[in-house]
C-alpha cells in the first residue's frame, strides 16, 4: 500500500552543522509532499511542500525537493540551531481522491549547543 | 484566532469510563480528521470527514464514534476506555485531499487513562 519511510532517529547534532533527513515514499498517482514540525509539548505544523516533480519547497532556511525518479523528498538545512530541536515528519496526499494525508513515523531531532 | 481547535488539552480519566474531545475549526475547510499519537509519536489516522460524510474509518475499535454535527466540527467519543487508548488524540482539518492541500493541526488532546 501507499506510505512514507524516513530516517530513524533520534538525530544528534551540534550547532550550525548541516541536516538531511531522509524521506521516501511509495504511492500511486501524483501525491503532494510535505514536511511537518512537531516542537515540544505542541501540535504539527506544514514546514513545507511540494506539489508537483522537481518543485523545491523552502522555508526558514529548511529546503526539499520533489524527486519523482527516486520516490524521495529529503529535508536539508545548511546550519541548524537548538530551536530547530522538534520531531520531523514526512507526509503525502493526493490530489485525485478524498483519501487520506499519510505521515511517516517521524525524525527526533536534537540540536546541542 | 485559532484556525483549529481541540479541547481539552488534557484529559485525565479512569478505565470504563466515557469521554469526548471537541474539535472546531474556521477555515472554512471541507475535510477533518482525528489522528492518534503513540508514545513513539508515530501518527495515526483514525478517521475522516469530508462534508459531514465519513469518509475513512480504520481499523480503529468501535467504542470510538466520531460524530460531526456541521462542516466546522468533528467529535470524538470514546466509550469503556481502556489503558491502551492512552495517548495524544490530533484533530485537523484541510480543503480536501482532491487539492492536494495540506492540513492544519490543532494542539491535541493527551488522553491518560489509569
Known amino acids: 500500500g501507499d506510505s512514507v519511510t524516513q530516517m530513524e532517529g533520534p538525530v544528534t547534532l551540534s550547532e550550525e552543522a548541516f541536516l538531511t533527513i531522509n524521506c521516501t515514499y511509495t504511492a500511486t498517482g501524483y501525491p503532494s509532499l510535505f514536511w511537518y514540525v512537531q516542537y515540544p509539548g505542541e501540535g504539527l505544523q506544514l514546514l513545507l511542500k511540494a506539489t508537483k516533480a522537481d518543485d523545491k519547497g523552502s522555508n526558514k532556511g529548511f529546503e526539499a525537493t520533489y524527486r519523482k525518479e527516486t520516490t524521495s523528498f529529503h529535508l536539508e538545512k545548511g546550519s541548524v540551531q537548538v530551536s530547530d530541536s522538534a520531531v520531523y515528519f514526512c507526509?503525502?496526499?493526493?490530489?485525485?481522491?478524498?483519501?487520506?494525508?499519510?505521515f511517516g513515523p517521524g525524525t527526533s531531532l536534537s540540536v546541542i549547543p | 484566532d485559532t484556525a483549529v481547535s481541540q479541547t481539552p488539552k488534557y484529559l485525565v480519566t479512569q478505565m470504563g469510563n466515557d469521554k469526548s474531545i471537541k474539535c472546531e475549526q474556521n477555515?472554512?475547510?471541507?475535510?477533518m480528521y482525528w489522528y492518534k499519537q503513540d508514545s513513539k509519536k508515530f501518527l495515526k489516522i483514525m478517521f475522516s470527514?469530508?462534508?459531514?460524510?465519513?469518509?475513512i474509518n480504520e481499523t480503529v475499535p468501535n467504542r470510538f464514534s466520531p460524530k460531526s454535527p456541521d462542516k466546522a466540527h468533528l467529535n470524538l467519543h470514546i466509550n469503556s476506555l481502556e489503558l491502551g487508548d492512552s495517548a495524544v488524540y490530533f484533530c485537523a482539518s484541510s480543503q480536501g485531499p482532491r487539492t492536494g492541500a495540506e492540513a492544519f493541526f490543532g494542539q491535541g488532546t493527551r488522553l491518560t487513562v489509569v
Open positions: 470527514y469530508n462534508n459531514k460524510e465519513l469518509i
Open positions: 507526509a503525502l496526499s493526493w490530489k485525485t481522491s478524498y483519501d487520506k494525508v499519510i
Open positions: 477555515l472554512g475547510h471541507d475535510t
